[in-house]
């Protein structure tokens, strides 16, 4: 059974960094791409960034310059640093496995990122 578990949201002002985290787990296959999204009260889910097995990455235009994801294939874990926070960053972030050769994907429960003043 795979398991996509996100942590370190949480509160933090405008202007400050948080680091997400998104474990996988539960699969024998290597992992091919990687994502974060984020789902804002009322909005429809959108893509934040992505990470392919060979590195190459991809940016929603709201978050270039100020959010970088990477990834650790050793744990299975993808990151997502996120700088220069502003409130319209607040949103649940979900993170999204895709495996080599399998056709689903799989996404974790969501970590809330708030930020206010």
């Known amino acids: 059974q795979v398991q996509v578990v996100e942590s370190g949201g949480g509160l933090v002002q405008p202007g400050g960094s948080l680091r997400l985290s998104c474990a996988a787990s539960?699969?024998?296959?290597?992992?091919?791409?990687m994502g974060w999204y984020r789902q804002a009260p009322g909005k429809q889910r959108e893509l934040v960034a992505t990470?392919?097995?060979?590195?190459?990455?991809n940016y929603a235009d709201s978050v270039k310059g100020r959010f970088t994801i990477s990834r650790d294939d050793a744990k299975n874990t993808a990151y997502l640093q996120l700088n220069s926070l502003k409130p319209e960053d607040t949103a649940v972030y979900y993170c999204?496995?895709?495996?080599?050769?399998?056709?689903?994907?799989?996404w974790g429960q969501g970590t809330q990122v708030t930020v206010s003043s």
């Open positions: 999204k496995v895709n495996y080599h050769g399998i056709l689903r994907d799989y």
């Open positions: 539960g699969r024998a296959f290597s992992i091919n791409v």
């Open positions: 990470i392919t097995s060979g590195g190459n990455t």
